[in-house]
């Protein structure tokens, strides 16, 4: 009877300093000698007029406190020169490598440490989960199952906080979409319309949407953004159930909250609810109100101090305290532009490899026929589409916005931008595709990197090694024509954006479809590569005979050109598997293709009820019996591998486990939900001839109603050479087997069952499987 609202939970919890936490001891010593203005301080942005963080805490210099500077982003050190720009999460999610999420996030911790960040907002961004098909930050997040994303976001939690600076992980919860993401006055009758309101029940909360959270929580998180939209009714910032409920008892959350850009709705309330800092500004609610409402009794001293003290533990688990640090916000200058300001080069020379790797590992082949892919020795290539080439026009203030700002667009509508200049994000035009090569998404997690390599500039670069003729049209929607029919194969690249701030308007797009139909009716070996930031659905076209190879490119960040080019020529074989899937059709998707619009009562409080509860994506697509183009993580390569000896071990005596955890809280909820309590093992064999990596995938059935037919539970990607023989391992714990129990307010393990277990190549096929009985 709570769906769509939310109990109050009070009062907010205490640091407690539990999982490596106990260290809060030197954050309440220091917290003990500030004056509640100097505590206050702590808890909100102040406007910096030099400096280039997205969000800034002052400094309490008497007490050696050198402030802090809150920068985004997941990807790479935005609004930056000198940055290096890393795949998004949708490609780290495609190449499902939790050692490379884990170095690619250490790496990118590296760079904000060196330009002087305190805070890196994201990685990870955990959520969106992909529950809208359109939503606009889908390709932010790592992929739509959550198990996928909270075993990639906990690697990044990690990475980055070795690194020297504290992870924020993003947006705490349910911010699926971007319509309704902030309040807003409607010109036509200058009422306010509230942010949607994400109506999620407490089974669904548990089992998909706070899962990853859970992960990241786990992994030691020190920080954790709320998001925009309202949570069954309560802002998310505001949120008690959320922050002092879900996050901070129920997970034992040790770090601090922190608001999303103009998230606060409220000044006392939210304090009490669990938020612990305000950005950009804490002016405006907090501040000297929050001074005032200390001195007045309307609030607690000790809830102020709770505050500075989870803010300030934050800051010492992740050793901000480190003298050798470079000044906080350094390298960050109000504009980056402006040469007179010292630069600095945040990049890491030995990053190079690792930036080429992610790039490579994000692409993922679904189609490759009459032995199309890889090329041999062509002797003739041409090339088509807008996305084969740089964009007219790099950015530099503009990277403010990444490419939503300063570039025209191959195909667009022109918005007008509902939401107010939040942050400065709101893009001018809905994107559907970017006239030049798209290597990242827009908005707060766009970088300006060094440089970017297009797949022209690579394969151009290829073909005068090798002596290649190459023919080239970027403009031309139908340029057969053209084609030379001597052309070994004719290589196609689009792509399909999407920014912060807007949903896509849809998942294909006519231009591009015709490009390739065009190329594909006079080209019998027509390859396609897009670089999508979201599904992007291809049935126009993909049974054409003449389209031999497709590839979905994802956002490789700059190294994007190269990356193609190895994968085309085969210099590697393509390693990456779909994060998500493809149906056929946008009506395969029933109600969450897109944002909900509101006519009626709701128009002033838009509701979002998330009815299908942990029904997306494949889970969806298995119970409705629907068969889509290519399913949650299918993927080719250039061999073949087969799986063999499937083993179960249980280990732990089933005779003692019990159906509830007994555990105590530790980050990430009670202990013992994280012990492993069986282990699955599996054979892969490439039968193939040449090196390629497979990522064996296990999904678990839990035998109970309601649950989803199977769900991933566990993942290893290995190398193996032809011929040979590698084990892929994965460990069960006793999160992954067990369901929320609603009643019981408690995670519940099916003591006595047996739970159907397969392992396979992608969700629908399935090689090996067997019982685990507990
Ligand atoms: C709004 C975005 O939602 C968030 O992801 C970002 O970190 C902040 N703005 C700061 O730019």
């Not at 004056?35 to 805490?57: A, D, F, R």
């Not at 601090?256 to 950009?280: E, K, N, Y």
């Not at 291809?538 to 497709?550: C, L």
């Amino acid at each position: 009877h709570f769906y769509g609202q939310s109990p109050p939970i009070y009062p907010s919890p205490e640091i407690s300093g539990t999982g490596g936490w106990n260290e809060f001891s030197k954050a309440q010593a220091l917290v003990l000698q500030m004056t509640l203005e100097e505590k206050t301080s702590l808890t909100g942005g102040y406007p910096n007029e030099t400096s280039g963080c997205g969000g800034n805490i002052p400094a309490i210099a008497r007490l050696g406190f050198p402030g802090m500077c809150l920068q985004d982003g997941p990807n790479g050190v935005r609004a930056a020169d000198f940055v290096n720009g890393y795949p998004s999460g949708i490609h780290v999610g495609a190449s499902w490598n939790k050692t490379l999420a884990y170095s690619q996030s250490h790496a990118i911790g590296g760079e904000f440490r060196r330009k002087g960040a305190t805070v890196a907002l994201g990685p990870p961004v955990l959520g969106p989960l992909g529950r809208i098909a359109l939503g606009g930050r889908n390709w932010e997040t790592y992929s739509n199952d959550p198990y996928l994303t909270g075993a990639l976001g906990a690697e990044a939690v990690k990475g980055v906080q070795d690194n020297g600076v504290i992870s924020c992980t993003k947006h705490f919860v349910g911010n699926e979409q971007e319509m309704h993401r902030n309040p807003r006055v409607d010109p036509d009758t200058n009422t306010t319309i509230e942010a949607s309101s994400s109506n999620i029940d407490d089974r669904t909360m548990h089992e998909h949407y706070m899962w990853p959270f859970a992960d990241a929580v786990h992994a030691g998180t020190a920080s954790i953004m709320c998001a925009y939209e309202r949570l069954n009714n309560s802002y998310s910032c505001h949120n008690s159930k959320l922050l002092n409920g879900l996050l901070k008892t129920e997970l034992g959350f040790q770090g601090f909250v922190v608001s999303d850009w103009f998230a606060q709705h409220t000044g006392i309330a939210s304090a009490t609810a669990g938020l612990d800092m305000v950005m950009p500004y804490g002016y405006e609610f907090w501040g000297d109100n929050l001074t005032e409402a200390v001195r007045n009794g309307s609030i607690s001293e000790g809830h102020i101090n709770n505050m500075a003290t989870r803010i300030m533990a934050a800051w010492y688990f992740s050793h901000q305290d480190d003298k050798s640090l470079p000044p906080v916000g350094v390298g960050l200058t109000a504009n980056f532009e402006d040469r007179r300001a010292p630069t600095i080069d945040a990049r890491d020379p030995n990053d190079a490899g690792l930036l080429m790797e992610g790039a490579i590992q994000g692409h993922v082949l679904v189609k490759n026929v009459k032995n199309s892919l890889p090329l041999k020795a062509p002797r003739m290539l041409s090339i088509y589409g807008y996305d084969a080439k740089l964009p007219d026009k790099s950015f530099s203030s503009g990277g403010y916005n990444g490419w939503a700002l300063g570039l025209q667009s191959q195909n667009y509508r022109s918005i007008v931008c509902g939401f107010g200049p939040i942050g400065g994000q709101c893009p001018a035009f809905e994107p559907i595709a970017i006239n030049g090569t798209m290597i990242g998404g827009g908005g707060s997690g766009a970088v300006t990197p060094v440089y970017m390599s297009s797949p022209f500039d690579a394969l151009e670069k290829r073909a005068r090694r090798e002596g290649t003729q190459l023919f080239w049209d970027f403009n031309t929607e139908n340029a057969t024509s053209n084609i030379n029919s001597n052309s070994d194969a004719c290589l196609v690249f689009l792509n399909a954006a999407s920014s912060e701030g807007v949903d896509r308007p849809s998942v294909r797009d006519s231009f591009s479809d015709s490009l390739v139909k065009n190329i594909a009716a006079d080209c019998d070996n027509t390859i396609v590569t897009i670089h999508n930031a979201g599904v992007r659905l291809v049935d126009e076209w993909i049974e054409h005979p003449n389209v031999t190879a497709v590839i979905f490119a994802h956002l490789p960040g700059q190294d994007s050109g190269e990356a193609i080019t190895k994968i085309l020529y085969g210099d590697v074989s393509p390693s990456g598997k779909l994060p998500y899937s493809v149906p056929r059709n946008e009506s395969d998707y029933g109600p969450v293709y897109a944002p909900v619009t509101h006519s009626g009562w709701d128009r002033y409080f838009p509701q979002d009820d998330f009815k299908e509860g942990v029904f997306t994506d494949y889970r969806a697509f298995d119970r409705e019996g629907i068969d889509p183009r290519f399913e949650f993580g299918f993927g080719l390569t250039y061999t073949t591998f087969e799986y063999s000896n499937l083993k179960i071990e249980n280990t732990v005596d089933s005779s003692t486990l019990t159906s509830y955890p007994m555990g105590p809280i530790i980050p990430g909820g009670h202990s013992d939900l994280w012990d492993t309590i069986a282990t699955v093992t599996a054979d892969v064999t490439n039968t193939g001839s040449v090196e390629a990596a497979e990522i064996a995938q296990l999904y678990v059935g839990i035998p109970m109603q309601d649950q989803p037919i199977r769900q991933l539970r566990g993942f290893d990607k290995v190398t193996v050479p032809p011929e040979e023989t590698r084990t892929v391992e994965f460990k069960l714990r006793r999160r992954d087997l067990s369901t929320w129990d609603v009643h019981g307010q408690n995670w519940r393990l099916l003591v006595g069952s047996d739970y159907p277990v397969y392992v396979g190549a992608s969700s629908r096929n399935l090689k090996l499987s067997a019982n685990l009985s507990l």
